[in-house]
C-alpha cells in the first residue's frame, strides 16, 4: 500500500482497564462536545417508521427497540417528523384522540408526531463546533425536546433533550411549542 501513510503507534502497560459507557457519561458535562450525545445517523441508522402507522403498533416498536427518537417517514420516504416511546404513551395522545373523537387506538403516528416542519435544526458544523449546554438552552428556548441536525439540507443526527438531561443529570425547563390550533386549545384550562 504505497499511498497510505503509518500511523504512529504507541504500546499499553499491562494491567490497562476498559473504559465503559458508564464512565464516559459520567465524565460529560454541560461544557461537553455536543456531538458526544448526538445521534448521528451515519454512525447508528436511526429508527423509522411510517406515519401512517397505527398508534398501537408504533407503541410496540418503540417498546421493543429503544431508541431516543422514532423517525416519521412519509409512503416516499421522506422525513416528517420525529417521535419517541415517551411521546408515544403521553397524556398528549389521549387528548388529541378526545379533540378528534376518537379513541387513542385509532390514531395514527401522524396525528401525534412532532412535525418536522417545526422542529429546529442546526447544521453539523455548528453541532461540531459548540457544546451540550448551547444545545439544551437552544432546545429550551425553542421550546423542542428534538434539535435536528443538518448537513447540505439532509438530516444528520438528532439531539435528544431527555437524553442529554439524563446522562447530565440536569432537568429540563422545555415548555412545547403549540403545533396547532388544537395544541393551543389543549393547553388552556377550561372551566367546564
Not at 500511523?7 to 502497560?13: A, F, I, N
Amino acid at each position: 500500500m504505497t499511498n497510505f501513510n503509518f500511523l504512529r503507534t504507541h504500546h499499553v502497560s499491562s494491567g490497562a482497564r476498559l473504559v465503559s459507557t458508564e464512565q464516559t457519561e459520567q465524565a460529560l458535562n454541560l461544557t461537553s462536545p455536543a456531538t458526544s450525545l448526538m445521534q448521528d445517523f451515519t454512525v447508528k441508522a436511526p429508527i423509522s417508521i411510517l406515519a401512517n402507522t397505527p398508534l398501537d403498533a408504533a407503541r410496540k416498536l418503540a417498546t421493543a427497540t429503544p431508541t431516543d427518537a422514532l423517525m416519521v417517514m412519509d409512503d416516499k420516504g421522506q422525513v416528517v417528523g420525529v417521535t419517541s416511546s415517551v411521546e408515544l404513551q403521553s397524556i398528549r395522545v389521549t387528548t388529541q384522540a378526545l379533540q378528534m373523537g376518537l379513541k387513542p387506538s385509532d390514531l395514527l403516528v401522524h396525528d401525534v408526531m412532532r412535525s418536522l416542519h417545526v422542529l429546529p435544526c442546526i447544521s453539523l458544523q455548528n453541532a461540531r463546533n459548540t457544546n451540550l449546554g448551547n444545545v439544551l438552552t437552544t432546545m429550551e428556548h425553542r421550546g423542542s425536546f428534538y434539535l435536528m441536525v443538518t448537513d447540505r439540507e439532509q438530516i444528520r443526527g438528532i439531539f435528544n433533550a431527555r437524553k442529554i438531561a439524563k446522562a447530565l443529570g440536569v432537568g429540563l425547563d422545555i415548555t412545547p411549542v403549540a403545533q396547532s390550533f388544537q395544541d393551543v386549545v389543549a393547553s388552556v384550562e377550561h372551566p367546564h
